[in-house]
């Protein structure tokens, strides 16, 4: 967006937008209009509704998740959406620090892409479980995924320990890289007191690099193993964390595009680009609520089997045959209302069960 910006301008003697140094938080509180002051106060609410979706969430998976491993994983999910929204919320607060909290709140982004990956190898048990299960069922490892799957040239792999290790670090790369390109950025603004050199360029190239490379290891790895780990809704959390992040990335070169181009115009507080990220920021507030109330709902207990030590009721019923379409929780029975009975004590229990077992149970139903 600086390339943008510098050849708009060029010839623009006009032009100093850019030279405007954003205010600090306290000349920007108490010079701020009404209407900032009305915006504020909403995305503090959306955001106190994130922390206590946030808390629900944490004391389910405290409680009710068994397998330490996948509690571990959830945990970074669990606070993604908080942490995301609370790096926007201060940076309506604080404008000088705005960039910044968007960098930090990228690279938790760029980790949780990162943790999807080893929840998939923990709902298998490990990597090398995985990799087990996968080559029994003579499935490959395909590299014709989205936005690449036009290219017929693209290899499948054997799906072995060792290339699902390599696919692992195509998504483990992009925190690190995106942590150490944020924190060189930090040292270069601190020596120049400014955003207006080749650096930052071409630490955003890079960052936009070592991301896309992260999003297409994840589109290889995810559909593999489709129909172990369906059950989990694998599939819905990797979208709600692939949708998050885009939105986050995509509506922020918006703003930035729109403060280019001065549909975004500066006021006598705010410089265009400052402005830009306010109401991204903003944007962002509302946008986590509303997926994470959809994560709430959609990864209920009755819904994923994640939560196994979930008491199973009658909505944790399941499906008597596959030709009735996927069931999230595939048990031959369906619970009993009040039941004290977990997910995971009813799967050992018809582990036990015989088939005469089972078909006698189906006929009672």
């Known amino acids: 967006m600086e390339i943008v910006k510098t050849i708009i301008h060029t010839n623009d003697d006009g032009f100093n937008d850019t030279d405007r140094k954003i205010p600090s938080a306290q000349i920007w509180l108490h010079q701020m209009d009404p209407l900032y002051w009305w915006f504020l106060i909403i995305a503090c609410l959306f955001t106190v509704i994130v922390l206590v979706l946030a808390v629900v969430h944490l004391y389910y998976v405290l409680k009710y998740v068994s397998n330490e491993r996948i509690q571990t994983d959830l945990y970074y999910l669990v606070f993604m959406y908080p942490v995301t929204t609370l790096c926007g919320v201060i940076g309506m607060f604080l404008p000088r620090a705005a960039p910044f909290l968007y960098a930090v709140a990228l690279v938790y982004f760029m980790l949780c892409l990162f943790i999807m990956v080893t929840l998939l190898f923990n709902i298998f048990g490990s990597r090398r479980e995985m990799a087990e299960w996968l080559r029994e069922r003579n499935i490959k490892i395909s590299f014709k995924v989205p936005p690449v799957c036009c290219l017929k040239f693209l290899p499948e792999i054997e799906s072995s320990d060792r290339n699902l290790r390599h696919i692992e670090w195509l998504v483990f790369q992009t925190p690190i890289i995106r942590t150490l390109l944020e924190i060189t950025n930090v040292v270069v603004f601190m020596e120049l007191e400014n955003r207006h050199n080749t650096w930052f360029v071409l630490s955003q190239l890079a960052g936009f690099i070592s991301m896309f490379v992260a999003f297409y290891g994840c589109y290889v790895m995810v559909p593999l193993g489709r129909q172990k780990h369906s059950p989990y809704r694998f599939d819905f959390i990797f979208r709600t964390v692939d ?123």
């Open 243 to 365: 949708i998050a992040q885009c939105i986050y990335t995509i509506q922020k070169f918006c703003f930035d595009f729109a403060s280019a181009f001065d549909i975004v115009q500066p006021d006598r507080v705010l410089p265009a680009q400052a402005k830009a990220q306010f109401w991204a920021s903003f944007m962002l507030t509302w946008e986590m609520m509303v997926l994470s109330a959809l994560s709430t709902y959609c990864l209920r207990p009755s819904k994923t089997i994640l939560f196994d030590k979930y008491p199973i009721i009658d909505s944790t019923s399941c499906c008597i045959s596959e030709s009735q379409g996927p069931c999230p929780i595939q048990l031959p029975v369906p619970g009993n209302v009040g039941s004290t009975e977990t997910i995971e004590s009813r799967v050992k229990e018809d582990l036990k069960l015989n088939s005469d077992q089972i078909i006698q149970r189906f006929d009672s139903i």
